[in-house]
């Protein structure tokens, strides 16, 4: 009858879990970090691939006639533009983000399901190389615009079956990580994190994540029935044998207008980090930030068919939909209002996060604006289909959620690797993106008002000015996401130690700010004492 | 309240040096061209005005938005060595800006619904078109008695425009004409008339688009959606098909010439005569050579576009011409496939008369290397319809 | 449910018994793991019901696989947490007891001899590691318990036992 107490560094092999060696750590890891890791580099790597189709897209743009492609060539880069960006860019990055975060700041060890999570990720390299391999088939990749609306994308070549499958793989990918998410924020908050005290961002992605979970398999159904259609002899979208060509545009945008929330809703939650702890306050109105944020998932699911004002739907229908989406301004507004009242009265300090996160808010409200505008069915009338669309979506993705990306980036890429990043960097990079972002995008609100509409490879040559400057934009911004993955590089390989806490005063805003930088293998083995959880903001 | 806004419109208008409203394409030139132009229907300055009032009350937001923000970016700074207050909830302040959004919100919604209403009511309209969106060129089809009933065509980018916009052309678009947004065969209606225009399509999904008429609509295959519109100045407007359509959706614009009432009605006289004067001679016979040389044309203006100018086609998406079975096989099927279309390929019934069915049949079964040596008289064709 | 609470203790003196039961955190009740699954299947059904209404049959199969899938999740990780160790101290003996629901695995130590091994992990950060130890017959306890739960474990075992 003896106490034993020692320190032993060979028995335990077996059930510790320190990262296995090499390549084959990455492809077996069940560990939240690794694969958060992966997600964030896959993000990153595919927003490169997506932006080098944008620039293609600007190129021909940059002058009136046809310069360097084939129209046809033109719609493959704006459709597979779209596709990669969205699936491949931002959705992977915030699915990153949320597998680094999510545990470390419920205070839970792992996320639930680890080996659903290792699947979820490796779906992903493989839909994309499948992607990408459409470009080099009989007839090219998918021309039909990122949202694949029949009769027109039934032309496509020998990629449509392809196209579908990595339509599908993506999706499962979504789900499952959806799902993980849901699970673990449920069944794994360490004592006393009651939901109340979810840090926003970790809420944000719960809704999200419901969100994800409901309407992906409208997506999936809509994109097999195009299937269907093509091989099997169906009808439901062709109207010769009784279908309805307009029955997809509502399948799709009921997948699509949450999709649009899926990627902007986990920027407001680092958003609402971010603002907070530059300005050395707590976040104002933390319960109706999070009522707002159901509120918009909610109202996400009853809006769709603002997308189709110009299909003819009955009066009455067009007047719903008018009324229900300006209804989308109420609790976005709460939600900026909400940050200006977080930073007033603050103590604020402009690290590059911080910059980002100021920038987030005033583009992202000009994109709310334009929204606005689009919302009255009336005024669409003219809008639908031209750059103003162009120019508001871009708002509302680049300075918003991809803004998001960079801020939450610069924000924890400390905590990550260990590192500060080189700050005099940062804010270049910042300085660059912000002032190219608006020379490419603010001018397409002016061509798209004046008569331009989208995806066209060419134009009248009363647009050409404003395209060009739109043009020089987009290259300005596009090689200055260099700085940016330089920035990442160097803070991987060294520099100055960051301390746990990081940011001044940090440690009140989250759980993750209690953990070392970088934290341990294993998030949460020691259970983060109630008092520190009591006492977050 | 609408004459503030009025004013604020012109003040915009004079500091931006905006000439939407004095150009005769009305889509403003250059850097003026920043705005939704005032149009000329009545719907188009409903709509508008309404554009004009939204942005001015989300300018108002943004200088509340932006001035808080700024105020605040300036003054509460670490580095003026303020003390960070510590509230982090106002009850009161929270619901005021629920509430006040929310009203503004109905005052913007009071006057979209009233604009709405009236573009939907087509009714009372003194005649009617129907519109058919084909890839890539528009159908014009005149449905109302005395008004224009027979007259029915097709109208295709110009032959300017669209020898320019190949790739490599070398032709600088600025010394053609309204580049990209010029016809052949534009569209021709009376002015102060309310016309309903019923859309649909071919093929795939179409957009009609006249921006100084203020609205677009889809035109689907298989359904018919409309609009109307009452143009209230004579003169030429200019629009684009606004719903991606394939290749060349860019390419595939629409011009509406607005004439007064009797030039209008001169037109139609013109149209119709001409019509029973060009109206094809199918019993006469024709040589293989005049044959192919008609054949060509036809061909270059209604299948380069997909089978190309080569006759090689697009691999996966579009048939090649050259050595194809349909047009290396019997004669009968060659001429049906381009009578009635399959899947994507379009029926040419409507499109072709039988002088120029006969004539592309024969070209694409000799020219291309296929050198069939066959032919079809336009006399056969009605055989097949 | 006590979901706070992952280690508790229980002394009966009339038969001079102390039982200790040990389970894993899950902030998730079986309740309410089933309320959640009964509101997504409404959601997703009602999106899957609606769109077979304007024709689109094909969106059901696909919400009805997530479901499960869904489900099926949502019982791995309460079938984790439903994870149970009893331990049970008599005079003579020492019993722990693994399982869900019910007790699956038993395993006896004589009192006397049996050895509590706590094993710091060498590297930083990493989990130790608890263990019941006689004659080379090892039982490995609150191996799902945070760092600070096992450390007052292993100090109140150390004191029952010792």
Redesign the interface.
Known sequence: MSVATHDDAHAHDHHDHGPAKGFMRWVTTTNHKDIGTLYLITGLIMFFVGGAMALVIRAELFEPGLQYVDPHFFNQMTTLHALIMVFGAVMPAFAGLANWMIPMMIGAPDMALPRMNNWSFWLLPFSFVMLASTLFMDGGAAAAGWTLYPPLVLQTGNALPFTVFTVHMLGMSSIMAAINIIVTVFNMRAPGMTMMKLPLFVWTWVITAFLLIAVMPVFAGAVTMLLTDKFFGTSFFNAAGGGDPVLYQHLFWFFGHPEVYILILPSFGIISSIIPTFSRKPLFGYASMVYATSAIGLLSFIVWAHHQYTVGMPLAGELYFTYATMLIAVPTGVKVFNWLATMWKGAMTFETPMLFAIAFVVLFTMGGFTGLMMSISPADLQYHDTYFIVAHFHYVLVPGAVFALFAATYYWLPKWTGHMYDERLGQLHFWLTTISVNICFFPQHFVGLAGMPRRIPDYAVQFAEFNAMSSVGAFVFGFSQLIFAYVIYKAIQGGEKATSEVWEGAEAHGLEWHLSSPPPYHSWTVAPEKEIISDLH | MKKTLQLLTSFWSVIWGVAYAETGTGTGVGWGALNLPAGVTPDSHDIHDLHMTILWICVAIGVLVYGILIYSLIHHRKSKGVEPAKFHENTVLEVVWTIIPFVILIAMAVPATKVMMKVYDTSESEMSIKVTGYQWKWRYEYLTDGLGKGIDFFSSLDAKSNEARQLGSKIDPSTVDHYLLNVDNPLVIPANKKIRILLTAADVLHAWWVPEFGWKKDAIPGFVTDGWIKVEQPGIYRGQCAELCGRDHGFMPIVVVVKSEAEYKQWVAEQLGKKEANKPDISKSLTLEELNAKGKEVYAANCAACHMPNGEGMAGTFPAIKGSKVATGPIADHVKMVLHGKAAMPAFKDQLNDVETAAVVTYQRNGFDNNKGDSIQPADIQAYK | MG??I?VESEHDADKGEKTIILRP????SRR??LA?LAF?GL??GA??FF?FL???W??????G??WL??AY??H???K??QQREVIIITDSLVQVEKGRYRPEQTYQFQ?????????????????S?LALKLHGKEV?IG?FL????RQAL?RE??VL??
């Open positions: 979901v706070n992952m955190n899950g902030s998730l309410q793991a959640l997504c959601v997703m999106v899957g769109c304007v024709g689109a094909l969106v059901l199969p696909f919400s696989l997530e899938l869904l999740c949502l791995l990780s309460l984790q947490s009192r006397a001899w049996v050895m509590l091994d706590w094993m710091q992990s060498p590297i930083q950060g990493r989990p590691r490995e191996r945070v760092e600070s739960e292993a075992l150390k036992l010792g």
